[in-house]
């Protein structure tokens, strides 16, 4: 192969494992059925951050805007998915559970859910991957935050997960 | 009337006003596609504290226990509700948003959900009603857990919440 060819390879290969990702994130999601009445779907992973979307009308309030609950459990969907998706790009087969969750309410959303999320940028995550080596179980933590397309903040995560082999 | 029909007769009144509360949390529960999807039930109010019920099959995760976003979500809509009542027993019309929270998940819980909540234990109430009366908006700390029947508890909540004639 040229280098180009090798590098559409590399490119296609990223590509495939990126969509095997996201649908491997997408059937535990419909998995869970209060997961599956807020039609959460999988739209990408850079590796460190996993974003999840959600549609406005399967998760909208009294207000008519988008129910706590909602922007709650999909920020702390989109933290958990990228580190179970990380935790398996590294070889690793874990359990990854919510243990703890701050979270600030910013403003009130009134269009589709977009959520990203994944380990806080100060995590240690080489010291994570061998504290679960060693021990069997380690936390990490996490953040997420769903914003406007225009860039308003509508609300911010930051929590610990526990990671069980 | 004597005594004891007169004592009777406030028994059937507020046993009226109760299921009256109960009714209208439930309408508004079920005005909510993410909660009617939770088939939240409202079982209790005490004219303080609210509790809710869940199935857990309507809730459950793809480990066999309780989705995280489904107990975040349960004890907050029993303090939201909770202040919602306490609200309207006080003669004002308010719409009530939760600004922030704090949650601890301390055991998996594989039984249906139940959630107590409302104005944390110390919170200033009177305070928060002269305030909403003055400037039209107040914040209020508010509590929640969730415990199985043998009193292990599953999750704790303490948040705010924001108050608007």
Redesign the interface.
């Known amino acids: 192969m040229t280098d180009r060819q090798s590098q559409l390879a590399g490119q296609a290969e990223r590509s495939d494992r990126h969509d095997r990702e996201l649908a491997q994130i997408e059937a535990?999601l419909a998995?869970?059925?209060?997961?599956r009445?807020?039609a959460v779907r999988a739209e990408a992973f850079d590796g460190s951050r996993l974003r999840l979307s959600a549609p406005l009308?399967?998760?909208?309030?009294?207000?008519g805007c988008a129910?706590?609950?909602?922007l709650?459990?999909i920020m702390?969907?989109a933290a958990?998915g990228a580190i179970t998706l990380r935790l398996a790009r590294a070889g690793v087969a874990a359990?990854v559970?919510?243990?703890?969750?701050?979270?600030?309410?910013r403003a009130?959303l009134y269009a589709d859910l977009r959520a990203v999320g994944g380990p806080a940028e100060d995590a240690d995550w080489p010291g994570f991957l061998a504290r679960l080596d060693e021990r069997g179980r380690a936390g990490i933590a996490a953040q997420a935050r769903i914003e406007t397309d225009d860039g308003t903040v509508i609300a911010e995560f930051e929590g610990r997960f526990a990671a069980k082999r």
Do not use: C, H, Q
Not at 31 to 35: I, K, W
């Open positions: 535990v998995a869970m059925p209060p997961v009445a807020m009308a399967a998760n909208v309030n009294d207000k129910f706590g609950g909602s709650a459990g702390t969907l958990w359990e559970y919510v243990a703890d969750s701050r979270i600030r309410y009130p």
